[in-house]
């Protein structure tokens, strides 16, 4: 099973509109980053979010870390065809070993003009 | 400053060949990571390496190994290779630890086709 489920897994949204990405994670989270990853190609950091309540934004792109709900949404305002892409979160797992980094599930966003 | 490069970009491979890749952090970044990405399993972490040592490990075969050299340029090695290691393999670096503040770069990947 996963550790970090997003939902939706795809979604499609008219240009203009806005849109929530949610993350879930089955273990205590250490922290959370957001990814963007265009089709082949490597991932593209948005945003670290580490304490509970935080909220970051960046252009039209917000971040919150709900620590007690496990749990992060990436909400973007007013949807443009340059935000379609995959949407990745990311967490650290705190081993004795050491840290391990793992990834949700992707969710797919197509934007249409 | 470059970002993190990756060689090849695309590789082509039998079944039963070995494949290395190789990847190259950004200036000054000390740890390196590897990613196998699938459409059916998403991204899966495969090993991290900090100054020269393997310090953490994926639940892949031992087909997977890896290292990393005195000047942080890592190497991703996969013998014997299946059908199924076909794959984007992706490559991060951050300076420090992933996960304690620092942010990963990725680089472009490779495209391992295994026929």
């Known amino acids: 099973s996963q550790e970090l489920e997003q939902s939706p897994q795809s979604l499609i949204v008219q240009e203009g509109k806005n849109l929530t990405i949610n993350c879930t994670s089955s273990k205590t989270l250490y922290g959370l980053y957001w990814y963007k990853q265009k089709y082949g190609e490597g991932l593209i950091f948005l945003m670290m979010?580490?304490?509970?309540?935080e909220e970051k934004s960046h252009e039209k792109i917000t971040a919150k870390l709900d620590e007690k709900k496990q749990q992060s949404s990436l909400h973007i305002t007013a949807s443009q065809p340059s935000h379609a892409g995959i949407y990745l979160c990311g967490a650290v797992t705190l081993r004795p070993t050491g840290n391990q980094f793992y990834f949700g599930t992707g969710t797919s966003l197509t934007v249409i003009p | 400053k470059a970002g993190v490069t990756q060689t090849p970009r695309y590789l082509i491979k039998t079944r039963g060949q070995q494949v290395t890749l190789s990847c190259s952090p950004i200036?000054?970044?000390?740890?390196v990571s590897w990613y196998q990405q699938t459409p059916g399993q998403g991204l899966q972490f495969l090993f991290e390496?900090?100054?020269?040592?393997?310090?953490n490990k994926g639940n892949f075969p031992g087909r997977f190994s890896g290292r990393q050299f005195s000047n942080s340029r890592s190497e991703m090695n996969v013998s014997t290779l299946e059908l199924g290691d076909s794959a984007l393999y992706l490559c991060a670096s951050s300076l420090l630890i992933p996960g304690r503040g620092d942010e990963q770069f990725f680089g472009p990947g490779t495209r391992l086709t295994v026929l």
């Open positions: 390496y900090f100054s020269e040592t393997q310090r």
């Open positions: 200036s000054g970044h000390r740890s």
């Open positions: 979010l580490q304490k509970g309540g």
